[in-house]
């Protein structure tokens, strides 16, 4: 026991140098090598058969996620943006659908994606609200037909607005079915062609057609990787940059072809990303890879940190989501985020942090020239997030820069471990990273722990109300640590050591596939991954550039 | 069951609380049909709670009848007879316990190991709900107080869905709930007092039948294009909208029963502030009552809060400030004492619904809180150890041949699924020969 105590004494000279030569030994493969691991660094493959958990080896409908799907589920943000496009309406019907879940990293992944007969009731009512907003008065911004007997107008009707809805041209057989449905609930009066129209919408609404982008294999049985057509590549644009469907614009690109033109491709997604429509970019991929909500829910203690209220909670998620859609419009290199000498603040936020005002109630963009404060892990959303109501939580912080920027698989306990909860802080003098150093004393524990607390580490100069902060209770705060194998001295190295991570530049990339594809990744994303990153990094490395060579690649661009 | 056809449903709006309650059943069936429905149970709540209990403070000291109450079991001491409390049984399907909330969630109602791809199995109060839940507008519910998104936790079933869900209606279809009162109250009880004339009924529901299949009749088109991994999203979308096309035309407005106010904006959103938290847990557990009063459905599945929730009880009269899986991993004497304390507040919840029932004539001078099986129960035995055998179940009201009024203990090798076969079978007199994967037998002693 004393011998562990010992090589786990983070102060002591002796230890540095007996880690230094453990961890290449005990850390990276203890925490891979022991059952139910893989390596950190490495994204956990679903498709991989290693699967540790939950398989009763049956392996009969196992589920892949990885794979490209061939019907892909609108999600709630897709729904209302796209009925907003498509009929330039105001209601919103998805806000009342029961909310997505989260996948392996967004909620727009095809196989994460189902339809409950809650939802299904739900898009029928919605399809009727929507066909209902059509009425006598504004019948003419829909159809320029004027009268119900008029077959050729309707079928032309049919064929201009469905290829809209279902994002495609309609087959001759599509639209004869659509029309039959249509004529058959037209009465007879003046209402015909009302009701003539509102039954096409209700039809065209409902459909699969409508609340799936579908993506068809030649051969399901056995499907081939094959470029994809020029209307399903528009979808898959337009669902990237825009969460919506495509506009007119790009119809006709994909109608004449040009979209599936390097020049096409690349022209209509640099434009599409000046588009204010962008802005789903914030919501749907920055805000949920750098889980800029959870702050909206973080209750810390009121008594110890009273100046943390409701107004400095929602301007700290604020300043994270205007600060990443900055950087998907700005041309520096995507690894500044950790050490970006600006951000976006209020007077209220930038009362709270310390720093000078802005001299305004909305967020502007500041300069942060508190050296410490700098780069997105010092934003208070992260900071406070990740910590307990009473104490910053080092593993907690450790694990959320993992899974958000080195990409790492969500880690496994041992199997079989009894996990001992740290002893009551009252009782002790300790600091948190005092008593956290006994708690992972134990060599199971001390693998994982060893590559999980660093950047927790480098974090406890912040509390957890995120504010600055030198001593943790009576004791000094220790913000050193070791970063696979070489040692930081406060968050500022520790920053620099994860900003020349090669995997955290191969994760950035990993995010923008997983995000612009709508799935989880495999081992065969790895590579491209870091081709991607590789190519980015010689051409500047922002962020909108990333995404757009993304968009140019065969990986978007088949199936 | 026998319907008089004589009797029109009539709804009345707007008068919060104080319309006269007219028992559905007993206004619609004849004579000899009620004399079949009498003390049967036809109803089932339940309802998940989660980060496990405090076992000393949830345990009854002895079994039988005559324990004392513990802490946390103290706010059904009034209905001590109505409720049995059982203990020693387990989730002896799940093996690999490195995912234990997303394991003990998903397996919760349904009695499988849930595997990868979004995969579980069929729940039990869905099993139910096929077989009779078809009298009512909607077969079942499934309602949560989910606080937001978020991913959830570590290992190969870490997509949120695990902890989110506890009612699926197959192995591939998670039915995720609705957590916003608002959007529940407009969807369920808000009501159409249409003035169309029959004429126009019939006709706005032939054209809705006439959309339905030709929609239907698309699905089948793509399905026949699909491979073998992709079927199932178009069956899982071909299978509802044939339930929908069943009820068109169906006169869904409600019998009589009171109807609650909108609720409130504040309550409309899910609250940030935990100071809000108190009212949206009242209007969410009036929506429960209300659905059941008004003979919406029978079948409800409430998440009090979702799997390995960080929910906070900062709030009077708890005014604790750790959240809850925090406390779970906590340890020591004033973490245990905190955990405890919000175990028996989400008693108290919960028999605030039972009270409530109890307040609601059914046929034959029952109750609904006879007439509903409601069971209360958690996805961990322990949250610190992560712990899923000897769960915390408690089963209230119910009918049936179910024994009620005891601290059971069941037999070793009693899984989740042989308790819910038992719920089925002996509760609801479904007859059915299993359930989940262990499920092949009823347990005995309840």
């Known amino acids: 026991m004393k011998t562990i105590n010992r090589l786990l004494d983070f102060r002591s000279y002796k230890f540095k140098i007996i880690t230094l030569s453990i961890i290449s030994s005990l850390s990276l493969e203890s925490c891979s090598k022991a059952p139910n691991r893989v390596n950190l660094g490495d994204e956990k493959y679903a498709s991989d058969s290693n699967l540790p958990s939950g398989n009763n080896g049956d392996g009969a409908g196992t589920v892949n996620l990885t794979r490209n799907v061939s019907v892909h589920r609108l999600n709630n943000r897709e729904y209302n943006a796209t009925v907003r496009d498509l009929l330039q309406t105001a209601l919103q019907p998805a806000d009342n659908f029961p909310t997505d879940t989260i996948g392996s990293h967004f909620d727009n992944e095809g196989g994460s994606l189902s339809i409950s007969p809650t939802l299904a009731k739900y898009y029928f009512t919605a399809a009727i609200s929507l066909s209902e907003e059509i009425t006598q008065a504004n019948l003419s911004k829909y159809t320029s037909c004027t009268v119900a007997t008029d077959t050729a107008c309707l079928t032309k009707f049919i064929q201009t607005f469905g290829a809209r809805a279902w994002r495609r041209p309609l087959e001759a057989a599509e639209v004869t079915a659509l029309a039959t449905v249509s004529q058959a609930a037209a009465a007879g009066g003046s209402a015909a062609l009302l009701d003539y129209v509102r039954q096409t919408v209700f039809q065209l609404l409902l459909s699969p057609n409508f609340v799936f982008r579908v993506e068809l294999d030649a051969n399901p049985a056995n499907p081939a990787q094959r470029k994809l057509n020029a209307y399903e590549l528009a979808s898959r644009l337009s669902y990237f940059l825009w969460s919506s469907m495509p506009d007119a614009a790009l119809f006709a690109a994909a109608a004449d072809g040009s979209i599936l033109t390097d020049a096409g491709l690349q022209a209509h997604a640099k434009r599409m990303l000046e588009d204010s429509k962008a802005v789903s970019l914030v919501k749907g991929f920055g805000s949920i890879w750098l889980h800029t909500d959870k702050v909206r829910r973080t209750n810390l203690d009121p008594g110890l940190f009273p100046k943390f209220t409701p107004k400095v909670r929602e301007a700290m998620a604020v300043e994270t989501e205007s600060f990443i859609a900055d950087f998907l419009k700005n041309d520096v290199d995507v690894s500044e985020m950790l050490t970006a000498d600006f951000s976006f603040m209020n007077d209220e936020l930038a009362a709270y942090y310390g720093l000078p005002l802005p001299n305004s109630a909305t967020h502007v963009r500041v300069e942060v020239q508190d050296v410490p404060r700098q780069g997105v892990l010092s934003h208070g959303s992260f900071l406070t997030a990740t910590s307990a109501a009473t104490r910053t939580s080092i593993v907690r912080r450790g694990a959320h820069v993992l899974e958000t920027f080195l990409c790492s698989p969500k880690l496994d306990l041992p199997a079989g471990l009894v996990v001992e909860p740290l002893p009551d802080k009252a009782a002790t003098d300790k600091t948190v990273r005092q008593t956290l150093a006994d708690h992972v004393a134990l060599p199971a524990c001390a693998g994982c722990h060893l590559i999980i607390d660093p950047p927790g580490f480098a974090m406890e100069a912040f509390g957890a109300d995120g504010l600055r902060r030198t001593k943790d209770g009576v004791n000094p705060v220790d913000s050193t640590g070791s970063y696979k194998g070489t040692p930081f001295a406060d968050v500022m190295d520790f920053r620099t050591l994860l900003q020349k991570d090669q995997i955290f530049r191969t994760c950035v990339a990993k995010k923008v596939i997983a995000y612009g594809l709508g799935r989880a990744l495999g081992s065969a994303d790895e590579a491209v991954a870091l081709a991607l990153d590789q190519s980015n990094k010689a051409a500047g490395g922002s962020l909108h550039s990333l995404i757009t060579k993304f968009i140019l690649s065969t990986t978007f661009r088949s199936r | ?446």
């Open chain 2, 1 to 446: 069951m026998k319907i008089n056809k004589n009797f029109s449903r009539r709804q009345f709006l707007g008068t919060s609380g104080t319309a006269i309650i007219l028992p559905f059943l007993e206004s619609m069936m004849t004579r000899e049909a009620i004399a079949q429905e009498a003390n049967k149970a036809k109803r089932m709540l339940c309802y998940f709670t989660s980060c496990g209990v405090m076992m000393d403070k949830w345990k009854p000291a002895i079994l039988g009848d005559a324990y004392t109450m513990t802490q946390i079991l103290q706010p059904l001491e009034s209905m001590r007879k109505d409720f049995s409390v059982i203990s020693n049984v387990s989730n002896l399907v799940s093996k690999d316990l490195v995912s234990a909330h997303s394991i003990g969630t998903a397996g919760w109602l349904t009695g499988v190991d849930p595997k990868p791809g979004i995969q579980a199995g069929i729940s039990a109060e869905q099993v139910a709900a096929q077989k009779i839940g078809g009298m009512t507008p909607y077969r079942s519910l499934q309602l949560s107080q989910r606080l937001g998104n978020r991913a959830t936790e570590i290992g190969a079933l870490s997509d949120s869905t695990y902890c989110d869900v506890i009612s699926w209606a197959d192995t591939k279809t998670p039915l995720i709930p609705q957590s916003n009162p608002r959007a529940i109250f407009d969807t369920y009880f808000s009501g159409t007092n249409s003035n169309d004339s029959e004429k126009e009924k019939a006709e706005r529901a032939a054209r809705q039948k006439s959309v339905l299949d030709a929609t239907l009749s698309q699905l089948q088109t793509l399905k026949n294009k699909l491979g073998k991994d992709d079927t199932y999203k178009v069956d899982q979308y071909m299978t509802a909208l044939r339930e929908i096309e069943k009820d068109v035309g169906k006169v869904t407005s409600m019998t009589t029963c009171p109807i609650i106010d909108r609720p409130e904006a504040e309550t409309a959103s899910l609250p940030g502030m935990v100071s809000a938290y108190p009212a949206y847990y009242a209007v969410m557990h009036k929506l429960i009552v209300l659905a059941f009063q008004c003979d919406m459905t029978r079948f409800i599945s409430f998440m009090f809060s979702p799997g390995r929730s960080e929910r906070s009880f900062n709030f009077a009269p708890l005014n604790i400030v750790e959240n809850m899986h925090d406390l779970s991993h906590g340890g020591g004497a004033d973490n245990n004492a905190k955990q405890a304390l919000i175990q028996a507040y989400e008693m108290k919840m919960f028999a605030s619904i039972l009270q409530s029932l109890k307040e609601i004539p059914d046929i034959n001078g029952s109750t609904m809180f006879d007439t509903t099986i409601s069971v209360y129960g958690n996805e961990l035995s322990s949250g610190g150890g992560h712990t899923v055998s000897d769960l915390p179940l408690v089963v209230a009201g119910g009918g049936g041949s179910l024994k009620l009024g005891h601290h059971i203990k069941a037999e070793n090798g009693t899984d989740l699924a042989n308790f819910w076969l038992t719920i089925l079978n002996n509760g609801l007199g479904l007859g059915l020969p299993s359930f989940g994967t262990l499920g092949t037998k009823v347990m005995a002693g309840l």
